[in-house]
């Protein structure tokens, strides 16, 4: 098992740096697959998520901590896009189930919540995320339980830039020249993984 420290913005850190430092996350890989993180604080563990196969039985983690505990099983869709379902448990009893889509360099694309008992998407959790790596802007989409675009957030943490717009504001939105290749996955909650298109 190869263990490897982050801190919580994900930069490595060294186990000295462990030492010092009281935020950080513990990585757990088996054959270069991730199986665990441990988040601490005050290096007291906070969250741990554990991660198996899609369509693995979470019965084996459940014996090892029944009182509360996070499973994500990770579904490669191809070589551009992984799923990660996600279920809390808490005694035993699922409490929380979710989808986050993620792209080969580990950028998350895609969050939602779904509904417990129909295992459908609950459309006003969702949150669709773009990232100009060129100008440093970042996109949140968030949408309507109708699955609708309600909003854009806007950021630049360079230029302290934020700024919410409204669906029927896409016009006034900076640095949003690659909205036309895109749009198709964006303007949605639905699909959860882009079709046809690779979103660079």
Known sequence: MEITYTNFNEKPLTAQQVASNDRYIKIFKENNSLRKEEYYENNILINTLNYIEFGSP??????INNESIAIIEIENIDSNYAKYHRFKYHNGIIKSKGLSVYKS????????????Q???PLYYTTCKYYEDQINGYEFEFNY???????????????KRFYEQYKSSELELIPN?????QYSS????????VPNEIIIA
């Not at 360099?105 to 417990?116: G, P, R, V």
């Not at 996955?185 to 959860?192: D, I, K, R, V």
């Open 176 to 180: 949003f020249e690659w909205w036309n």
């Open 105 to 116: 360099n580990q950028l998350c694309m895609m969050t939602q919540d779904l509904d417990l």
């Open 58 to 63: 979470h019965i084996d983690l459940l014996l």
């Open 144 to 158: 309507y339980n109708t699955g609708q675009l309600a909003s854009v957030i806007v950021s630049n943490d360079a």
């Open 118 to 120: 129909t295992n459908l």
């Open 185 to 192: 996955y964006y303007l949605n909650a639905e699909p959860a």
